[in-house]
């Protein structure tokens, strides 16, 4: 799971990089180049590997601003010993920029987009054990950025059952967050009176009297049952449940709330529950030499924010070395019990003591296009070879959003997603 959502407000300042993020990323770099070392000088019966570099292209342009662009590279390594040991690592970065309006509102009360431009990075590494019959696996992550910083945990462990026809698995994450906010001590009695976050540059930095830090704990867990029906006929089942505990708004957003040019901070709940329950379905045509792949997931959350979605994937070898996946996604919601429009807020006010310009709270519904060409390549002789497999992946699809006119962004009417992919295993 993502650590944190993709804010869309950001306007930070140049700032050197703090003494722990350094040592976080030196740390993760001598990780990832002992585990590289390590994959390496190992005797190819004594352990197997793989390592994958991906760079995704995220761009959601608009036509009353520049709209969002995220450019994101990331490195995962693993490596197996003895069929019983684990580890993995990896590191990714996101390079975002764009411009987008600072205050939600109708248009003759928002001032021109605001540009912005940040880089989140995080690493990530973790160790498992199996045996015939199932598996445990650890994972720890950091993330950092001028005005949020993460650190995760999380547990993954499946289990056989009934001569391997079942599996059980149960996966656990916990989340310690720390968001930069705008220090509001002094009015929070008086919501309407919220200032937003101008600028990053005090963030994390001791003795700073404009600017505070919030704490976001979220907890998830994930139970589900797989059964394999046939040979070719898979079927999964599942519940997901998340509680998040903390500051969840944008520190940067404004929303104009009535008609006397009231212009606070946005103010969500500090509480939230997400429940999700999901299944899923694999069949494989050996014959035609293709498989398809369904999902179904129905979610609600305490926000009255309720959710349906389907996905759909079929792939296709066309020669021994090309696959190719086509890819449709559909989801629909409706908004959070606090939402409105630009113009409800204006004429109606706030919908209770809490209000919000984020757009993945409003109504609406996405679809989602796309395919995949993966390219594979294994040698005669693997014995001679220093790899198994080599697989490049080239992957378009394009994200298609209906949403309300008066909706936050709601000039941004659809994103490009490109992604390069290169992976070994050996």
Known sequence: MQLRRRRQIAVPAPAAPAPSRAVAFALALAFLAALATLLLAAPARAATGDAALRTTLFDEPGTGNAGVRVIHPQLDLGANFAETVSINAG??????????????????????????????????????????????????????????????????????????????????????????????????????????????????????????????????????????????????????????DGFQSNPYRQVALGSQGHTPQEHEPLLRQRYAVFARIAYAFPDAKASALGMVRLYDDSWALRAVTGDVTINKYITQVMLVSFRGHYHLQSGASFYRGSNGYRFLGPNGQYWTGDRELSPMSNYLMGAKFAFLRKPRQQRSSWFVELEADLKYEILLYQVQPDAPNADRKFANILQAALEARF
């Open 91 to 244: 590191y990714n970065v996101d390079i975002v920029s764009g411009a987008t309006p600072r205050t939600f509102g109708p248009v003759d009360v928002v001032s021109s987009p605001t540009k912005f431009s940040d880089t989140r990075q995080l690493v990530h590494g973790g160790f498992g054990f199996e045996s015939p019959g199932g598996g445990i696996a650890f994972t720890g992550a950091y993330g950092w950025e001028r005005d949020y910083r993460s650190k995760q945990i999380s547990a993954t462990t499946h289990h056989d059952l009934y001569e391997h026809n079942f599996t059980l698995a149960l996966a656990y994450s916990h989340n310690w967050d720390s968001v930069c906010d705008a220090n509001n001590s002094a009015v929070l009695s008086q919501p309407l009176q919220l200032m937003a976050l101008g600028t990053s540059q005090h963030c994390f930095q001791a003795g700073q009297t404009d600017v505070t830090t919030q704490p976001l704990s979220i907890d998830a867990f994930e139970p589900s049952l797989a059964w394999t029906m046939t040979p070719r006929l898979i079927v999964q089942g599942g519940t997901s449940i998340q509680i998040l």
